[in-house]
């Protein structure tokens, strides 16, 4: 398709457009992806979105949860939402099972939701590569409310955070192990910890697991958006507590943006991903090195020695 075609396309909120142009930013080719970056800068910036960040412990179901927040939201007309799932990728084969969508098969089959599964690939904090670019697709397709769903396995994931308003942590009931598991690195960045699966013979354990985690986050340091890190309990499965996420979550905004903190910590955001294209390019041009690189390591030069003399 023409960049012209896109362009039309996405502007008409047609999601076989948008799935195309998103193919295209996540393709490793030059020409493709610069094809998508050209729609990405027609559009311009959408500020009037609201970026929410899902990660947590595996097995916390959070393809269900996403999927009950999403069908409560959309009982507003004018919410439209798009939900970017990241799977993991195998470290042997490179492949994905990407099966977050058919977890969500009533949200998929709304007409204002759109469902988009990616790999991690290779990268690290959580995220694929191009997640972001698919976002502000999204967005110039019209999608107000965008549910990024990272990989989530452990304390890393914390990329997200630097894409997104908000940051929700998904878990289990029962603390003890899974609250050392998880440290101060993912616990810092949370705005909103949900403990799912509050039901049945959990419910209790649930609400115990909530206040252990509320006495933990007490000895966190005060977060830069001056919000007070919440606790709820829900069960997604049965759509409890989701009403009560969402209070919370319009709490959060009507604070970052009477407060301006939206505003800024979006410029940072935009100050993050540049360095970090630099630094994909700079490691983009490793290829073109490798000869030289063996060359060195083969005449018993240090590591150092080699990447002075390489890069200089």
């Given at each position: 398709m023409t960049k012209e075609q896109l362009i039309a396309g996405i502007a008409a909120g047609d999601t076989r457009t948008l799935s195309r142009a998103i193919t295209l930013a996540e393709s490793t080719l030059a020409e493709k992806r610069n094809l998508a970056l050209e729609v990405i800068s027609y559009f311009g910036p959408q500020n009037d979105t609201y970026r929410?960040?899902?990660?947590?412990?595996?097995?916390?179901?959070?393809?269900?949860?996403?999927?009950?927040?999403?069908?409560?939201?959309?009982?507003?007309?004018?919410?439209?939402?798009?939900?970017?799932?990241?799977?993991?990728?195998?470290?042997?084969?490179?492949?994905?099972?990407?099966?977050?969508?058919?977890?969500?098969?009533?949200?998929?089959?709304?007409?204002?939701?759109?469902?988009?599964?990616?790999?991690?690939?290779?990268?690290?904090?959580?995220?694929?590569?191009?997640?972001?670019?698919?976002?502000?697709?999204?967005?110039?397709?019209?999608?107000?409310?965008?549910?990024?769903?990272?990989?989530?396995?452990?304390?890393?994931?914390?990329?997200?955070?630097?894409?997104?308003?908000?940051?929700?942590?998904?878990?289990?009931?029962?603390?003890?192990?899974?609250?050392?598991?998880?440290?101060?690195?993912?616990?810092?960045?949370?705005?909103?910890?949900?403990?799912?699966?509050?039901?049945?013979?959990?419910?209790?354990?649930?609400?115990?697991?909530?206040?252990?985690?509320?006495?933990?986050?007490?000895?966190?340091?005060?977060?830069?958006?001056?919000?007070?890190?919440?606790?709820?309990t829900c069960s997604a499965l049965k759509h409890k507590g989701i009403d009560a996420f969402w209070e919370r979550v319009f709490d959060f905004e009507k604070q970052v943006t009477r407060n301006h903190w939206k505003a800024n910590h979006r410029k940072k955001q935009m100050l993050y991903w540049a360095r970090k294209s630099v630094q994909d390019l700079l490691l983009g041009k490793l290829s073109g090195y490798e000869d030289a690189i063996t060359k060195g390591l083969a005449e018993g030069k240090l590591p150092e020695e080699v990447a002075r003399e390489v890069v200089i």
């Open positions: 929410i960040g899902i990660t947590g412990t595996p097995g916390a179901g959070k393809s269900t949860f996403i999927e009950a927040i999403g069908i409560s939201l959309l009982q507003d007309p004018k919410r439209k939402i798009a939900v970017l799932s990241v799977d993991p990728s195998s470290g042997k084969t490179h492949g994905s099972i990407l099966g977050d969508k058919t977890r969500m098969n009533k949200l998929s089959a709304h007409k204002r939701a759109y469902i988009r599964p990616s790999a991690s690939g290779l990268q690290l904090g959580g995220l694929a590569k191009n997640t972001r670019l698919a976002m502000l697709l999204c967005e110039a397709a019209g999608y107000n409310t965008i549910l990024i769903e990272s990989v989530g396995v452990g304390q890393g994931e914390t990329e997200v955070a630097q894409l997104t308003d908000l940051f929700t942590l998904v878990l289990n009931p029962g603390g003890g192990d899974e609250l050392q598991g998880i440290k101060r690195g993912i616990m810092e960045m949370a705005d909103i910890i949900v403990i799912n699966k509050a039901d049945g013979n959990s419910e209790q354990q649930a609400k115990i697991t909530a206040k252990e985690y509320s006495m933990a986050l007490h000895l966190m340091p005060e977060n830069n958006n001056q919000w007070i890190p919440k606790v709820i």
